[in-house]
């Protein structure tokens, strides 16, 4: 079947649904909603069989959807209307929330239903939701929507309020009306749940110390106490704050915009607020193996169980600056040293690493010299994974990885993914060569060939289709929670296995030979070279696709990589 898919942006679900009909053997091609004429030059020139749009945030041109079956994936339950549901899913406290795929008409929301999946909704951000349990179910409803379109006889559902199972309504938009806290008399629970709920868009308005800032994120801190609305510490980049009853951690924050003044853009609290920030503030560090303990906020985190250690890390939109790279360097080295037989490395949920940050390096005083430090930094901890020989490393992917996080997976022994994993395992869509030693370890899972393949088409590679490459080892499917206790039971029974000294011992064998055929400091002397010249020399398209990232500057239109 020929399916167009139309949306606002090629993000996670999008992607998600690209790479999931595709190793269907759909012909599947994706047109940005960049305006209603080129959308009906794009429908008409690619003829679509059906038009499915997984994240939309205008409306589809009515003649677009009079002519052709047009689905669109609303993130909530039957009968929920309006732009703002899982915000509201979220700041409500749902338990259980879902996602209807319904037919396209003129009024917004209000189509016949294709299909319709339910969800649980666990303690956690809106974008966290968006791309694990919501998305999981936008998959499962979207291709049960495809099913019911090729079979030719299914009536889609019209929207009856009168039925029992249409328990949603139209909501307003979640305007910062709804999102405002009131640090002097909102509890700990609340503040959390209008963090949560904003995360990573729009954010919640705030002031601090004169100026409006929007925050983006929100966690749990077990001790800190003080004065509600007063900043106690910071951590790693991080902000924590009073409440009445307790304390939250804000990682991330972005300066409101003055009118006339220039766009601001997310970057770490303390940074955002910089000379504003009193210099008193204590920094509170806390070590990888404590917060595995607590209930705060950590970007890693490390506990054994049997002989095997899990580091879990997790970082905002999967994003690593260099300060992040060394920190996790460092818990990697202390985990290597504790006596384990093998090492899970990866985050509980979502994203693994999408490599360099390119937030912290567009608000580097010299950008080009961030990226250069972040980008060694990263090739630190890829060495790292590359040369440890007495333990079996094993990356474990709940979530997405792209460029250097690709890669940094790559460094293991094994790659384990959940079944909704999607990789992207290029960089030319930031104008870079790429570094993290791809050159060596990308075509040693996937030949030469298939390595200039993936690198030059630039589209995303769902797990499974990964794993039919040798790109992974293995897929489970499951949610976030069902694949964490899938891999510690798998760790655990390979960590056991009385074949693992026999297979460290051909681990480090074949480490040497490699070595001795070709060092790694030639493949990353080599690739640095390349990278040099995308970071310093002027006519690189580098900076400038960065800032329209870090900006969020829509395309004048679709890729062409997206196109067919």
Request: hydrophobic letters at 40%; aromatic letters at 8%.
């Amino acid at each position: 079947m020929r399916v167009l898919l139309v949306a606002s942006a090629f993000n996670s679900l999008t992607q998600r649904v690209h790479t999931e009909l595709r190793y269907r053997g759909h012909e599947v091609a994706v047109e940005l909603a960049l305006g209603d004429d080129l959308l009906r030059a794009r429908v008409s020139a690619f003829r679509p069989d059906l038009i499915v749009a997984p994240m939309l945030t205008t409306a589809v041109p009515e003649d677009v959807w009079t002519e052709h079956t047009v689905l669109i994936v609303h993130p909530g339950p039957k009968g929920d209307r309006g732009p703002s549901s899982l915000d509201w899913a979220i700041s409500e406290g749902a338990a259980e929330w879902g996602v209807t795929v319904l037919q396209a008409v003129e009024e917004m929301d209000a189509g016949p239903i294709w299909a319709s999946v339910a969800f649980p909704v666990p303690a956690c951000g809106k974008s966290e939701l968006y791309r694990n349990e919501m998305s999981d179910a936008a998959v499962a409803a979207v291709l049960l929507a495809v099913d019911r379109f090729g079979a030719g006889d299914f009536v889609p559902e019209p929207l009856d309020y009168g039925r029992p199972d249409v328990r949603g309504r139209l909501r307003p938009y979640h305007s910062q009306q709804y999102r405002r806290i009131d640090w002097a008399t909102e509890s700990t629970t609340d503040v959390l749940r209008k963090l949560r709920a904003a995360d990573s868009q729009p954010g919640v308005l705030d002031e601090l110390y004169g100026r409006e800032y929007f925050v983006h994120g929100g966690h749990n801190e077990d001790r800190l106490r003080g004065t509600p609305g007063e900043v106690l510490a910071t951590r790693d980049g991080a902000i924590c704050r009073a409440t009445v009853d307790g304390a939250v951690w804000l990682p991330h924050m972005r300066r409101r915009r003055i009118p006339g003044g220039p766009a601001e853009f997310k970057r770490p609290a303390a940074g955002a607020l910089g000379a504003d920030l009193p210099a008193g503030t204590p920094e509170v560090p806390v070590s990888p193996a404590e917060a595995a303990v607590r209930d705060t906020w950590s970007e890693v985190r490390y506990h054994e169980a049997g002989s095997v250690g899990h580091l879990e890390f997790a970082y905002a939109g999967g994003a690593m600056s260099t300060a992040q790279c060394r920190r996790l360097l460092a818990a990697y080295r202390e985990a290597c040293a504790r006596p384990i037989r093998a090492l899970v490395f990866g985050p509980a949920r979502d994203f693994f690493s999408n490599g360099i940050h390119l937030h912290v390096i567009e608000s580097a005083e010299d950008p080009a010299q961030e990226s250069w430090r972040n980008i060694n930094a990263m090739n630190d901890l890829v060495e790292a994974i590359l040369t440890t020989t007495d333990k079996l490393v094993i990356s474990t992917l709940p979530g997405n990885a792209a460029a250097g996080g690709v890669m940094l997976a790559l460094a293991a022994d094994e790659v384990w993914c959940r079944e909704s994993a999607v990789l992207n395992p290029h960089y030319r869509l930031m104008g870079l060569y790429g570094s993290e030693y791809w050159t060596y370890s990308l075509p040693r899972r996937v030949g030469a060939a298939e390595a200039a393949r993936l690198t030059r088409e630039t589209l995303p590679v769902g797990a499974k289709a990964a794993a039919d490459l040798g790109l992974v080892d293995r897929v489970a499917p499951g949610g976030a929670a069902e694949f964490a206790e899938w891999v510690r039971r798998e760790a655990e029974t390979l960590a056991d296995s009385p074949e693992l000294e026999n297979r460290l011992t051909a681990k480090k064998q074949q480490r040497e030979a490699d070595e001795a055929a070709k060092p790694l400091a030639e493949y990353r002397a080599e690739e640095l070279a390349q990278m040099r010249r995308n970071f310093f020399e002027e006519c690189e398209p580098y900076h400038e696709l960065r800032r329209n990232f870090v900006y969020s500057v829509a395309p004048a239109a679709t890729p062409a990589y997206l196109r067919s």
